[in-house]
């Protein structure tokens, strides 16, 4: 069983940069796909970046492709997205998650979620 705990979010404004962590406990957290997905409010919750379990594949939503960056150390069972250049529209929950498949672009994709974090981007 894996439980995860996202950390980093808050408030800042369009322009700026966030770092958002998930930490992850159990053991065999480097055997998990982990990926962000987000939700604003309104709206279905919706894929953001996922990268394999060792780090060598990423892939991106077009909507963040080039701004965010997503990363894992395995040693410290953390994944992270580092946001860059951020717009309002980028304003959502975002979940941690984790999946014992080969790709987790979907919802459906992931086997255990985090509580989310807030990110609120102001203009």
């Known amino acids: 069983q894996v439980q995860l705990v996202e950390s980093g979010g808050g408030l800042v404004q369009a322009g700026g940069s966030l770092r958002l962590s998930c930490a992850a406990s159990?053991?065999?957290?480097?055997?998990?796909?982990m990926g962000w997905f987000r939700q604003a409010p309104g709206k279905e919750r919706e894929f953001v970046a996922a990268i394999s379990w060792s780090g060598g594949t990423t892939n991106y939503a077009e909507s963040v492709e080039g701004r965010f960056t997503i990363s894992r150390d395995n040693a410290k069972k953390t994944a992270y997205l580092q946001m860059n250049s951020l717009k309002p529209e980028d304003t959502a929950v975002y979940y941690c998650a984790a999946g014992r498949g080969l790709l987790l672009q979907r919802r459906d994709e992931a086997d255990h979620w985090g509580q989310g974090t807030q990110v609120t981007v102001s203009s």
């Open positions: 159990g053991r065999t957290f480097s055997t998990y796909v």
